[in-house]
């Protein structure tokens, strides 16, 4: 025996459902629903009694309110003496329900809702349990109000697993039927009253199934909020004693199924209401089949009345007296059709089926019957021939008809464009005429009026009237397609449909798209074309033109997909792709599904914070293509990941001697087309070096001929400005650039006429440090604080070597001290500069030799005093630049240095005493004096 369970979930505070059953204290109910408190998972135990709110049925005990709670699994019906049911009056809301399926169907454990009202609602909010199989089972609903609206989560995978509404009202976001690993498994709905309803409709069907997957009985109803149609006749079925019939209600897009008995049902199956013109031919009623239709004395008629009569009329001719039935009117009008069955002395009618026959003398053009328009938005312009009539409305089918007003405007003479100030809801619109001393009037055109920040809806692409994809009757349904979600399906190599073209400028909004595998889409009007939603699927041709395309692209759960090897995405113009993760491959695995195509050509530009998906199945899968100054940024420093796929062919220039130029500004790495014929930097690549240190391997020019004069300049960015190296750096065939602090430069070539390198040198100032970096005063011949060498982690370190110079001195002596540690000692008096050599390799192996930042080492009897220190006496100081010092009556050396160590002056003062000393330099210097091995140090102010 195997446990499965229930993960049950409802999006916190979200209210749907049939709002004209909802209370207010409904919903404030669900608004409140999603309150943050802390759950606590509990497990049914049964044992006091039924009662769901009995805090000792519960283990650990307590309120079960909120909280997470498991019904489980049990071998026989004595481990299980109550089976739960919430009951009363009160609204009850729980975080997730968790209910265990027994393989074998004997002890299932169930959940009763049967509360005392309708509109009391049971409501499972959201969440997951960690042994959750989405497994759903043994629930009843007898009497309130069940939601479950979490999508993808009340899924019935199993044979034996089962739902049953027997009254009140279970509700739903989805319903799966079946199990994803296995195409021969899925459970059972059983409504035999009250009703079931499933917004988004059903997933998984499973069509194998004895008996279907859902069986209506008695007064059960299904409604699903979608234009539903079963996989099979009998997925939905009455069981051996109901017939299903099932409606569609266009207006509120809504599928009904309800159950008739066969024994004593009459009616037409197909009972919705037609539209045409007259001449037109209508749709053939059929008869239900069923057991009064099966009497071999049933003679059937079909009748007619015409509106304002009372009396049906018998229609004549063939067919008139068949279980199918094609009715043919004489003149417009609006007509109301039964069928009459009499059967000895028993009569039948089935209801009315209303036909609404407009005149054949008004032409509407264009010709659209059905059209969703937001409040505030304008719908298609219509005209109508003849003119000099009037344009009406109604808010019934089939009116009474009323001149337009306030409510509805936009009808000047015989032109409609209609705009509606609300309330949302269906029209009815008509155009009359008096054509012969008669009124005429033309067909019904129904407006579902929507609220003006409505939810989007999905429209297929039909290119019904032209290739115009901002106009509203090329799609279906007949609807602007702002902000909605657009499918246009693949176009059949023989077909003459005409591919949209987006064309009206401004700004423009789809919530979510999917352009199908030869299929061709083109933006060239829109300055934004901003994608809401979270699926975008290019499978076939997109062109972008112009504007700005986004797609929500701060935000990384979100996904922009040219997945499909016919897929083929092409920028054009200054276009710009904006999106935070850009996939081009169907697959997380390189070595699995397929690839798509991103062409970028002129100046246009593609932004994103990640790419990924790049297919290795097939070499011309997942390929970005790239032309004259067409880019791609991808964020951050990812040069590592795409020089790989540069060296795959993933990244690629069609055009003969362009190739791929790759660099990091800062923010984004940036990739482009370069002419490699082009006057040029022979080599490319980033290199690095340290502060005042000229870059190792000169930068040298290329593709210089017929070129007789240029400058080398650099600056902070890519994209300049660009600046004069200090002095100019003209006509010299190679630089060896240096900077004096860290950070990123670029550097270029430009000539006389103002013409710059191709690409340019990127040169990386890195600081290559030393810890403790704070100046030591040690002994002769004591160790100081231990050096370590500081190397920043992009590099991969091959050697490091010491060194060391006096202050002062350019001369290097080196330690013979190698590794990442040096510990100082020193055996001469004297200020040491100490500093390494590291041998590093960069991330794309690249070799350097770098010099690090030093720390000052003085060694011996030496310290920095004040002008009041033994042995040294300076004063003025500060001065103006004639001062006198003493070093005591012995010979002694004076020297002073900038604070750079470069000595500025030095004299050997060999009668000792007070000298005289002119100094006209500004600033601050450091004086030294040493006499024998006796040293001082000491500051200079001049002003």
Not at 426 to 450: A, F
Not at 496 to 525: C, E, H, M, Q, W
Not at 560 to 579: C, D, M, N, Q
Not at 649 to 654: N, Q, W
Request: aromatic fraction near 12%; include cysteine; charged fraction near 20%.
């Amino acid at each position: 025996m195997k446990n499965f369970y229930v993960c049950k979930k409802v999006k916190p505070g979200f209210v749907t459902g049939k709002v004209w059953r909802l209370t207010a204290a409904l919903l404030l109910f669900l608004s409140l629903s999603g309150t943050a408190f802390a759950q606590v998972a509990q497990t049914w135990t049964g044992a006091e009694n039924t009662r769901f709110t009995n805090e000792n049925n519960w283990d650990p005990a307590g309120s079960p309110v909120g909280n997470n709670l498991t019904i489980p699994l049990k071998t026989d019906s004595t481990q299980a003496p109550f089976q739960l049911l919430v009951s009363g009056t009160d609204n009850i809301s729980v975080n997730w329900l968790e209910v265990a399926y027994a393989t074998d169907n004997q002890y299932q454990p169930t959940v009763t809702i049967e509360l005392d009202e309708d509109t009391a609602v049971f409501n499972v909010v959201t969440g997951s349990a960690s042994n959750c199989d989405y497994q759903f089972t043994g629930t009843i609903v007898k009497k309130g109000h069940y939601t479950s609206l979490k999508s993808n989560v009340a899924r019935l995978d199993e044979v034996n697993s089962w739902l049953r509404v027997e009254g009140g009202i279970a509700e739903f976001r989805n319903l799966l039927m079946g199990n994803s690993n296995s195409p021969s498994r899925g459970g059972k709905i059983y409504v035999s009253g009250g009703e079931l309803i499933v917004r988004d409709g059903f997933g998984r069907m499973w069509t194998g199934r004895a008996g279907g997957q859902v069986e209506i009985t008695k007064t059960g109803k299904v409604t699903v909020r979608t234009n539903f149609t079963p996989p099979t006749e009998n997925w939905i079925n009455g069981g051996e004693d109901y017939l299903i019939k099932r409606t569609y209600d266009a207006v509120f897009n809504v599928t009904t199924f309800t159950a008739l008995h066969k024994d004593s049902v009459f009616d037409v199956l197909n009972a919705e209401t037609q539209v045409l013109v007259f001449g037109e031919a209508t749709d053939t009623l059929r008869l239900m089949e069923s057991g009064i239709l099966s009497s071999p004395t049933l003679v059937l008629t079909w009748k007619y009345r015409k509106e304002g009569e009372l009396a049906f009329k018998s229609f004549t001719g063939p067919g008139a007296d068949a279980k199918a039935f094609a009715p043919v009117f004489s003149e417009p009008g609006t007509y109301f059709v039964i069928c009459e069955g009499v059967d000895g002395a028993k009569v039948v009618q089935t209801s009315q089926v209303m036909f609404l026959v407009a005149s054949d003398a008004i032409t509407l053009s264009p010709k659209i019957d059905m059209q969703y328009v937001r409040i505030g938005e304008t719908g298609v312009e219509i005209t109508a021939i003849p003119a000099g009539g009037t344009w009406k409305y109604s808010r019934i089918q089939g009116g009474p008809y009323m001149a337009l007003d306030s409510t509805v405007t936009g009808g000047v003479e015989n032109k409609l464009s209609p705009v509606f100030k609300g309330p949302a809801g269906n029209y009815y619109l008509v155009y009359e005429t008096e054509i012969g001393g008669k009124i005429h009037r033309s067909y019904e055109m129904l407006y579902i009026i929507e609220a003006a920040n409505s939810a989007g809806k999905t429209l297929t692409w039909t290119g019904r009237f032209s290739n115009d994809a901002n106009f509203p009757a090329n799609w279906t349904p007949v609807a602007n397609p702002y902000n909605n979600t657009l499918n246009v399906n693949a176009f059949d190599s023989a077909s003459v449909l005409p591919y949209p073209v987006f064309a009206k400028p401004g700004n423009f909004a789809i919530s979510s798209f999917t352009f199908a595998p030869n299929s061709r889409v083109t933006f060239d009007g829109p300055d934004t074309i901003s994608t809401t939603g979270s699926n975008r699927y290019v499978q076939g041709t997109v062109d972008l033109i112009k504007g700005v395309m986004t797609a929500r692209p701060t935000e990384n759960n979100q996904y922009f997909r040219i997945e499909r090897p016919e897929a083929v995405f092409t920028l054009h113009g200054t276009s710009k792709l904006w999106v935070y993760n850009l996939l081009m491959g169907s697959h997380s695995s390189p070595t699995a599904g397929t690839g798509g195509h991103l062409h970028i050509k002129d100046n246009a530009t593609v932004i994103c914070s990640n790419i990924d998906r790049f297919c290795t199945v097939d070499s011309t899968y997942s390929r970005v293509y790239l032309y004259d100054n067409g880019q791609i940024h991808i964020a951050g420093d990812v040069r590592s990941a795409q020089q790989a796929r540069i060296e795959m062919g993933k990244y690629l220039c069609p055009v003969e001697d362009w190739e791929p130029f790759m660099f990091f500004d800062g923010e984004y790495t940036i990739l482009k087309a370069r002419n490699t014929k082009s006057f040029s930097i022979a080599d490319a690549k980033n290199a690095y070096t340290t502060a005042n240190t000229p870059l190792e391997e000169a930068v040298t020019l290329i593709n210089v001929e017929g070129i007789t004069a240029w400058e080398w300049k650099w600056s902070l960015s890519p994209h300049g400005p660009w600046n004069s190296f200090d002095p100019q750096a003209t006509n010299l065939p190679a630089i060896n650039p240096s900077f004096s602090e860290s950070g990123s430069y670029f550097v270029i070539a430009e000539t006389s006429e103002g013409v710059q390198t191709s690409n340019f040198k990127p040169v990386t100032v890195i600081e290559l440090g030393i810890t403790p970096d704070a100046s030591q005063e040690i002994g002769l011949n004591v160790n100081g604080d231990t050096l370590n060498a500081v190397v920043p982690a992009q590099f991969t370190v091959t050697s490091v070597s010491w060194y060391y110079r006096l202050a002062g001195s350019e001369d290097y002596v080196d330690t013979y001290v190698t590794g990442m540690q040096y510990v100082p000692n020193f055996g001469t008096v004297g200020v040491y500069e100490v500093f390494y050599v590291a041998e590093v390799q960069d991330e794309f192996s690249v070799q350097y030799f770098l010099i690090s930042n030093s720390v000052t080492i003085t060694a011996g009897n030496v310290g920095i005093r004040d002008n009041r220190a033994e042995f040294l006496n300076i004063y003025p100081n500060p001065t103006t630049g004639l001062f006198y010092v003493d070093g005591g009556h012995q010979e002694y050396r004076l020297e002073i240095f900038d604070l750079t160590g470069k000595v500025l002056m030095s004299r050997q003062l060999t009668d000792g005493g007070r000298q005289t000393i002119n100094f006209n330099r500004k600033g601050m210097f450091i004086v030294k004096v040493q006499s024998g091995d006796e040293l001082k140090i000491g500051r200079l102010i001049v002003h």
